[in-house]
Every structure is written in structure tokens, then in C-alpha cells.
Nanobody
């Protein structure tokens, strides 16, 4: 089994930044593509960003528009989401997710992710 624990959420003003982290524990010897998804109240869960196990392949949702950066440190078993230029509509619970795939595979489909964290709240408000 794999356990994922997110951290780094909080309250930030519009235009501010946050850095989310996802700590991976358990069966860390396998290759996992990792993704970030978010869900706002009353809305469907939506894809934000994903990164391959090798770290050289990334993909972002259109609404990210260069504001967010996903990265990972496999030595620390941690995945990050740097979020800049945050706007009120970025307010949501952010979840990290893991998918046991090939080293360079990547996916935006939440159904392909078997492991999920509990999420961390991000609130953007003045």
C-alpha cells in the first residue's frame, strides 16, 4: 500500500503563492506517476497537474497557464506543487494522487490513480 499526505495549504491573498507538498510512504520502491487534483465546494474534482516518476514529463490543466509548477524529489519521496498568482477561483481542496505506471508514463485521468491523499485546503481571499 501507498500512503499520501498533503501539506502546505492555507489562506492566501489574491496574487499570493503557496507551495503544496505530498509525502509518499509505504511501497515507495515502485515507480509512481503523481498528480494533483482539486475540488471546490459543489464542483467536480478537476485535474491540475501531473508528473512522471522520472520527473522529466509534466502536464498541466489549461487554467494553470504557467502559474503552477509540479516537481518531485524521489530521494525524499515527496511531490510538490508551487502555486503562484493565486486567484479566488483557485480555492479548493487539493489532493495528490499516485498511479503505479511506467517510469515515464503520465496521466490526467483520475480513474488511473489508485492512491489518494486526504487533501489540503487552499483558500484565496482578501
Amino acid at each position: 500500500q501507498v500512503q499520501l499526505v498533503e501539506s502546505g495549504g492555507g489562506l492566501v491573498q489574491p496574487g499570493g503563492s503557496l507551495r503544496l507538498a505530498c509525502a509518499i510512504s509505504g511501497r515507495t520502491g515502485s515507480s509512481y506517476a503523481m498528480g494533483w487534483f482539486r475540488q471546490a465546494p459543489g464542483k467536480e474534482r478537476s485535474f491540475v497537474a501531473a508528473i512522471s516518476w522520472t520527473g522529466d514529463r509534466t502536464i498541466y490543466a489549461n487554467f494553470v497557464k504557467g502559474r503552477f509548477t509540479i516537481s518531485r524529489d524521489n530521494a525524499k519521496n515527496t511531490v510538490y506543487l508551487q502555486m503562484n498568482q493565486l486567484e479566488p477561483w483557485d480555492t479548493a481542496v487539493y489532493h495528490c494522487a499516485g498511479s503505479n505506471r511506467g517510469p515515464r508514463d503520465i496521466s490526467i485521468d483520475p480513474d488511473e490513480y489508485a492512491y489518494w491523499g486526504q487533501g489540503t485546503q487552499v483558500t484565496v481571499s482578501s
